[in-house]
Each structure stands twice: as C-alpha cells, then as structure tokens.
C-alpha cells in the first residue's frame, strides 16, 4: 500500500494518521492484529493486557561543558518525572526540582544555554539527597509499587546507568532499587517500527511519529513529557513496552524480552550509606 492509501485506510478507521510510512503500516498491522485478538479472546479492546499501570518518565539534566571529556563527571541538576497511566494514555501527573551540584556548585555558561536551568535555580534547589527522597514520597503518595504496578522509562541508557550511577556515588548514598530496570524507549522505539538506531534520538522519534516537540529542549520536564508522548503513541499503536535494560553490579545489562515482566519496587529511602 501507497502512504496515501495507508492515510486513508487509517482514517477509515477513526486512527491517527500522523507518521512515516513504516509508522502507517505497523499502525494499520496493530490494528488489525488487536482486532482479531480480541474477536478470539471476547475482550474489550478496552480492557488492555498491558502490565504496568503507570510508567514513570524521567529525563535528567546534569552539569557539562562544551565538548565534555569523556572522563567528566556530570551531577544531576535537574529531576523530573511525567506519569504516564497506561489505561487512560495521559500524562496523569508531573513532578519537577532541580538539584544544587555540590562538585561544580557554578554552572558553565554552556550549560544554562543548553539547559535553560540558572545559577540562580540551582542555588535555591536542594541537595541530591534530599530531593530524591522527596522523589520517593511523591511516588508512595501515587502508591507506585505498592497498589499500582509500574516501571521506570528512559530516552536511552544514560539517565540511570550514566548520571544516577554516578551521582549516588558522589552524594555516598545507596543507588534506588526501584531505577535498577527500566524500559529505554529508543531500544523499544526501534525494535517496535523497525529503525535502525540511528533513527531513534528524540526529535527523530517524534518526527516518524508525525508530532512536533512541546516546550523547550533540554528543559529536563519538557523532554520528559514528549518522551511521554512518544510512549503514548507507542502503546496505542499496540506496542507492548517493558522493561529491556538494568544496572547489575554497577554495569549495563540488556534484559532479554523474554524475561518476565515484573514491576518495579516501591521506591525507599535512599539514606542507607554505602
Ligand atoms: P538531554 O536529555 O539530551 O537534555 O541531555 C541530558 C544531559 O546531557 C544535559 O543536561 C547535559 O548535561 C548533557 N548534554 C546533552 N547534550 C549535550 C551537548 N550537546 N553538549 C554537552 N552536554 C550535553
Ligand atoms: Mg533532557
């Protein structure tokens, strides 16, 4: 099928028509694919078999300088999160604090360029400690792991196995149980439409998927969010995404999709000294 016969076949069928040709055609796939799942199994497509309830997106921004050196040890300072329920497909909720560095406590010029994040936001913000415990209440307030399944999904592997890794280190504390898996979306995003990795960077994303980027890039909550979007998209294009990294003993792990699916832990303290 033509891109245009694809548009029109999508339309027919009240589907978003936004995308790539590749998007188009896994759209109409799915489609059809879910139509004939539910017709055999007497469910309501409503009623999804996706497994967790919530994915929680979180896209940090850290300390850096033009033309970081490989060796440069960037400091969160930025923490943002969009809850994404996977029933609904909104962005139920946001969470955004920025963090004061305590290696490099004066931001490069370049910095605040990319990031849009001021001395003057940093000085005012919490340390790295005392905002991730307020991560945590924020998240038991929302019943993550304990009465709503979840997992944690990021814009590469980067987020956690680069910047949360090296920032409990420098703060001393106990890296969170509940970021040790996590879906990267860019894994999930190729796998899924079939593109090769150099196609699955953020605005590459959203421009395959017919969408524009919201706000501003760089802005730690605003990618979170169009992270978000592209999440959404996924999941009502029938996309099944869970969990395909960890952080096992320090190190990067690939998750096998045959694994099982399980949800993240409910987010704890990170007081424990190490
Ligand atoms: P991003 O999620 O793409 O906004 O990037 C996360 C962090 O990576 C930023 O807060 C910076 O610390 C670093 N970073 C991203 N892009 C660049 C760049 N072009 N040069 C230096 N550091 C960067
Ligand atoms: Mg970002």
């Given at each position: 099928m033509t891109r245009d016969e694809l548009r029109t076949k999508l339309a027919e069928l009240h589907?978003?028509?936004?995308?790539?040709k590749d998007v188009l055609r896994k759209r109409l796939k799915n489609f059809y694919k879910k139509q004939k799942l539910t017709q055999t199994l007497?469910?309501?497509?409503?009623?999804?078999?996706?497994?967790?309830d919530y994915i929680c997106v979180i896209d940090f921004e850290a300390t850096c300088e033009e033309?970081?050196?490989?060796?440069y040890l960037h400091e969160i300072i930025e923490f943002p999160i969009a809850l994404v329920n996977t029933r609904t497909l909104e962005i139920e909720d946001t969470f955004q604090e920025y963090v004061k560095p305590e290696q490099k406590p004066t931001l490069t010029e370049f910095c605040t360029k990319l990031t849009g994040i001021t001395q003057d936001m940093v000085d005012k913000a919490g340390s790295f400690p005392d905002v991730l415990q307020r991560v945590v209440d924020w998240m038991r307030e929302r019943e993550l792991g304990t009465k709503c399944r979840y997992a944690v999904l990021t814009?590469?592997?980067?987020?956690?196995?680069?910047f949360l890794n090296v920032q409990c280190h420098l703060s001393r504390i106990e890296y969170p149980r509940f970021a040790k898996k996590w879906i990267n979306i860019r894994k999930s995003y190729g796998n899924f439409y079939k593109?090769?990795?150099?196609?699955?960077?953020l605005a590459s994303m959203l421009e395959n998927l017919g969408m524009v980027y919201e706000?501003?890039?760089?802005c730690g909550l605003d990618d979170s969010r169009n992270i978000a979007r592209i999440a959404i998209r996924m999941l009502q294009d029938g996309c099944e995404l869970r969990v395909n990294e960890c952080l096992h003993a320090g190190q990067l792990v690939n998750v096998p999709n045959t694994s099982p699916l399980e949800s993240a832990p409910p987010p704890y303290s990170p007081w424990q000294k190490v």
């Amino acid at each position: 099928m033509t891109r245009d016969e694809l548009r029109t076949k999508l339309a027919e069928l009240h589907l978003e028509t936004r995308g790539v040709k590749d998007v188009l055609r896994k759209r109409l796939k799915n489609f059809y694919k879910k139509q004939k799942l539910t017709q055999t199994l007497q469910i309501k497509s409503e009623c999804s078999d996706m497994y967790y309830d919530y994915i929680c997106v979180i896209d940090f921004e850290a300390t850096c300088e033009e033309n970081n050196p490989p060796e440069y040890l960037h400091e969160i300072i930025e923490f943002p999160i969009a809850l994404v329920n996977t029933r609904t497909l909104e962005i139920e909720d946001t969470f955004q604090e920025y963090v004061k560095p305590e290696q490099k406590p004066t931001l490069t010029e370049f910095c605040t360029k990319l990031t849009g994040i001021t001395q003057d936001m940093v000085d005012k913000a919490g340390s790295f400690p005392d905002v991730l415990q307020r991560v945590v209440d924020w998240m038991r307030e929302r019943e993550l792991g304990t009465k709503c399944r979840y997992a944690v999904l990021t814009d590469g592997s980067w987020d956690m196995s680069k910047f949360l890794n090296v920032q409990c280190h420098l703060s001393r504390i106990e890296y969170p149980r509940f970021a040790k898996k996590w879906i990267n979306i860019r894994k999930s995003y190729g796998n899924f439409y079939k593109v090769p990795r150099t196609r699955t960077k953020l605005a590459s994303m959203l421009e395959n998927l017919g969408m524009v980027y919201e706000g501003r890039p760089h802005c730690g909550l605003d990618d979170s969010r169009n992270i978000a979007r592209i999440a959404i998209r996924m999941l009502q294009d029938g996309c099944e995404l869970r969990v395909n990294e960890c952080l096992h003993a320090g190190q990067l792990v690939n998750v096998p999709n045959t694994s099982p699916l399980e949800s993240a832990p409910p987010p704890y303290s990170p007081w424990q000294k190490v």
